[in-house]
């Protein structure tokens, strides 16, 4: 019998062991950190399900990444909220809207930090849909054209990496064209490729302002229950031309995470989204756990089901402790 010559706790006895042999291993680098970019100027207005996030101005954003360039982590990732919505979500492509203003300040006082955009329509349309609607459903094609000249709009800017949201069909290959014709053939595509209809997004809607005004989004996100459907998805994101694949939310959803990495040779991405972040820190806030170590094993989880990189609103704290 293998006891006692094989003793698995001999390599747990003390810190620096247990250092020395862990597999999973975190770094500043791998995180993405979520900004949300409002007009105005010196306005930091806390999210009260999030607590150390903000809606922030632009001046207060560019400060907020020389704080992530300095902790070395990985790049942000600019969410807008338009002075203004309409029905044509025209802030979203237009040269001066609010996160194309964002990126050109952050280009001149941050030079060298990664930035990511999120291209959707549902923080600048009125209803808060992710595209037009027509006839009370999101119109999936029409949404195509919005879509691609808010990523041309976002490279132009100086967006490092567009990222797609809406999950509408075929917004990839749409992006890359689009991209493409306008000199940005370099310019990589981050999919969220499997995104779902999740309850975990309830944090957000109060910090990018893009609850819907009738309705809901499942006819365009996923079925919670679908996996194999979210394999098919990344398929065919790929097909189109992504760069980056992206599973959202992520520990709900790890079982996707490490199907797609044992699937996809490609750079793979999970989202921890605000009601994970904001579950932790309630629970921590009412004694229930220890946030550091919350936080720290939820994102060593991720990691450890295969994802290479992570957006999350731990990104500062995490690269502070890691520091």
Not at 25 to 46: D, H, K, N, T, W
Not at 105 to 120: M, S, Y
Not at 264 to 287: T, W
Request: proline content about 6%; hydrophobic content about 40%; aromatic content about 8%.
């Amino acid at each position: 019998m293998p006891f006692p010559i094989h003793r698995m706790r001999r390599l747990r006895s003390s810190e620096p062991l247990r250092r020395l042999v862990r597999e999973t291993r975190l770094s500043p680098a791998q995180f993405i950190l979520p900004l949300f970019v409002c007009p105005g100027e010196g306005v930091r207005r806390e999210i009260s399900a999030m607590p150390g996030h903000a809606q922030l101005s632009i001046d207060n954003v560019v400060r907020e990444c020389e704080e992530a360039k300095a902790l070395e982590i990985g790049g942000v990732i600019l969410f807008g909220l338009p002075e203004s919505k309409d029905e044509t979500a025209s802030g979203a492509y237009a040269d001066d809207g609010i996160v194309q203003r964002a990126l050109r300040a952050i280009r001149r006082q941050a030079p060298g930090l990664l930035l990511l955009t999120d291209v959707c329509n549902c923080e600048y349309t009125s209803h808060g849909h992710c595209g037009k609607v027509v006839d009370g459903e999101v119109d999936n094609d029409q949404t195509l054209e919005w879509l691609a000249k808010a990523a041309v709009s976002h490279a132009r800017a100086g967006a490092d990496i567009v990222a797609p949201s809406d999950m509408m069909d075929g917004r990839v290959a749409a992006i890359r064209k689009a991209l493409d014709a306008n000199g940005f053939s370099n310019t990589p595509i981050l999919s969220y490729a499997a995104k779902f209809a999740s309850v975990f997004y309830g944090p957000f809607r109060e910090a990018a302002e893009s609850t819907p005004q009738f309705g809901d989004r499942r006819s365009y996100q996923m079925d919670p229950a679908n996996g194999r459907e979210a394999i098919r998805e990344i398929e065919l994101d790929l097909e189109e031309g992504a760069d980056m694949i992206m599973v959202k939310p992520a520990m709900p959803y790890l079982d996707l995470v490490y199907q797609a990495r044992q699937r996809f040779d490609v750079p793979l991405g999970a989202y921890q989204v605000s009601g994970e972040f904001s579950m932790i820190m309630a629970a921590a806030r009412n004694g229930w756990i220890d946030c550091e170590r919350a936080m720290m094993e939820s994102l060593t989880s991720i990691r450890r089901a295969g994802a290479d990189f992570m957006l999350t609103y731990f990104a500062k704290p995490a690269a502070r402790l890691l520091g």
